[in-house]
């Protein structure tokens, strides 16, 4: 079983990106699919988080109207577009599953991607 995460880069301020999160090795139709990011010196925040296709998604108050977090489970990949960027979304992106309802707390999460750098220069 294995997140795969892509999609990172150098933007510069008010440009965009779409991460990409792709499962394998298993169905990840229900499960809570979640990004997270860590930027220098600091732990790990939680970003956004989706479960079911046209589900309820949640986002850190931080990045509401600006990102969006979806799922496409033909093809086992959640996806995070990120508008609007800001050098403070500068980080290392994570992405998370678990086979549960699973909260904002990385904790819940047992399974995570390897991450993806985005740098944001203002």
């Known amino acids: 079983v294995q997140l795969q995460a892509s999609g990172g880069g150098l933007v510069q301020a008010g440009g965009s990106l779409r991460l990409s999160c792709a499962a394998s090795?298993?169905?990840?139709?229900?499960?809570?699919m979640a990004w997270f990011r860590q930027a220098p010196g600091k732990g790990r925040d939680f970003v956004a988080r989706?479960?079911?296709?046209?589900?309820?998604?949640y986002y850190t108050d931080s990045v509401k109207g600006r990102f969006t977090i979806s799922r496409d489970n033909a093809k086992n990949t959640v996806y995070l577009q990120m508008n609007t960027l800001k050098p403070e979304d500068t980080a290392v992106y994570y992405c998370?599953?678990?086979?549960?309802?699973?909260?904002?707390?990385?904790?819940?999460?047992?399974?995570w991607g390897q991450g993806t750098q985005v740098t944001v220069s203002s």
């Open positions: 998370a599953a678990d086979p549960g309802d699973a909260s904002s707390r990385s904790r819940d999460y047992n399974l």
């Open positions: 090795g298993r169905t990840f139709r229900t499960y809570t």
């Open positions: 989706t479960r079911l296709p046209g589900g309820r998604t």
